[in-house]
């Protein structure tokens, strides 16, 4: 239940259409139901506004089943990452309505489309890293942010990436995806004046750790901006990128409606005090 089924459930109630007795009982369900093995957070949406996100490696299929047929009573465009072709079976089975994006190994229960806003670019060094980088991709595509692709553009070939420029400069946040030694992240983050979301990969030969040396190469990056998440982890950067596109998108629009005639900024009135703060 997100926030705006809570505010058509009270109208429900004012004009009588429900009464408060069943009313009370749809509510009873916030914050949580228990499952036994599980306990749904039906509270997350209203506030975070996503859907808890089902974390499939390790669980069974069948409680993954029970997880998903709760959830999908009250929730659309819910997030089941880490899904093999097994689990989206299972899930299909119980919610029809689902999608599985199978390189991001990613099932979207009940897919609804929203507005997508700001830009996020995806940056991915090599071929063998794409599960990782459509992971963050479809995460955030999911979480309503447009996305460009940028995709084997790998500091073994640095033109490559020096091409497409002008798709990064226009971009909110970046979030690049490399393994081998993880030097792409240090290098887009000198080319862009946005933040940087830095995320190994597991990919690479024997010395590379199973991604701990892209890890390490990325956390002791000498470009400023550049932050890390965990090795694989490419739900979390395409979350943790959502937010910062989020945030900057809503800021320009504020900033556009600052600078629109009669407003305070356009006037000079505006100006005249950010000169005030800077002095």
Known sequence: MDSHEIR??????????????????????????????????????IRNGAPEVIFCQSKSVGQIKGIVKLMACSQSNILATRASREVFEGIREVVPDSVYKEEARIVVVKPYPVDKIGNIAVVCAGTSDLPVAEEAAVTAEVLGNKVCRIYDVGVAGLHRLLSFCDDLFKANVAVVVAGMEGALASVVGGLVACPVIGVPTSVGYGASFGGLAALLSMLNSCASGVSVVNIDNGFGAGYQASLINRMASHHGEGQKQKSEPGSAASDGEGLKGRRRCNA
């Open 8 to 45: 058509t459930l009270l109208e429900m109630v004012r004009s009588d259409r429900i009464d408060l007795e069943n009313a009370v009982h749809r509510l009873k369900k916030l914050p949580f139901e228990d499952l036994g093995y599980a306990k749904i957070d039906h509270h997350r949406c």
